[in-house]
T-cell receptor, first 114, second 115 residues
Framework: DAGITQSPRHKVTETGTPVTLRCHQT?????MYWYRQDPGHGLRLIHY???????DKGEVSDGYSVSRSKTEDFLLTLESATSSQTSVYFC?????????????FGNGTRLTVT | GENVEQHPSTLSVQEGDSAVIKCTYS??????FPWYKQELGKGPQLIID?????GEKKDQRIAVTLNKTAKHFSLHITETQPEDSAVYFC??????????????FGQGTILTVHP
């Protein structure tokens, strides 16, 4: 596995509470991504980062924010969790874009919002 | 933006048979098409990829074909084994505008190989 660690691996939280998921990489890759995986939808991009403090929205960014203060860490925050955010969240990294550089995934965080 | 459709959603084969999964994409400028295998409880892992200047690529029992004119690409697994059972995802990398460098994934195919 590429050096990607996601934490926590599992979390149960209540509606309305804030939640932060962490992605830590040891590959020194510039690009980092957060995806969510839901049945019938494949993997959908939430937010991504192309460098420290450089982030942008993906296709399903509503209700999520991100931060990247260090190359190795990319945080995903749900400011006020809702049941629709129950999902499996994957972090991914790549060294470059536009030239077909492979995307490597972490093992995911299963989040349940009750 | 890019749209990727993947079929079938489930595929059941006998050990030793071949399996084929097909994907279509919408952005004719896309030029990179990876395939991922996801086992239970793990993240997707890249198994093979193809770039638009190549029509076919093989790696042992797996192969990918690309038809840029028709905007579709396929994964072929020969001599399937029970350990091939997993969820497979295709993806296409956007080539311009806000899609540049981002992967759009298909919905996934659950492959089951029966011993």
């Amino acid at each position: 596995d590429a050096g990607i660690t996601q934490s926590p691996r599992h979390k149960v939280t209540e509606t309305g509470t804030p939640v932060t998921l962490r992605c830590h990489q040891t590959e020194n890759h510039r690009y980092m991504y957060w995806y969510r995986q839901d049945p019938g939808h494949g993997l959908r991009l939430i937010h991504y980062s192309y460098g420290v403090k450089d982030t942008d929205k993906g296709e399903v960014s509503d209700g999520y924010s991100v931060s990247r203060s260090k190359t190795e860490d990319f945080l995903l925050t749900l400011e006020s969790a809702t049941s629709s955010q129950t999902s499996v969240y994957f972090c991914a990294i790549t060294a470059g874009v536009g030239a077909g550089s492979p995307l490597h995934f972490g093992n995911g965080t299963r989040l349940t919002v009750t | 933006g890019e749209n990727v459709e993947q079929h079938p959603s489930t595929l059941s084969v006998q050990e030793g048979d071949s399996a084929v999964i097909k994907c279509t994409y919408s952005d004719s400028a896309s030029n990179y098409f990876p395939w991922y295998k996801q086992e239970l409880g793990k993240g997707p892992q890249l198994i093979i990829d193809i770039r638009s200047n190549v029509g076919e690529k093989k790696d042992q029992r797996i192969a990918v074909t690309l038809n840029k004119t028709a905007k579709h690409f396929s994964l072929h697994i020969t001599e399937t084994q029970p350990e091939d059972s997993a969820v497979y995802f295709c993806a296409a990398e956007g080539a311009g505008g806000t899609s540049y460098g981002k992967l759009t994934f298909g919905q996934g195919t659950i492959l089951t190989v029966h011993p």
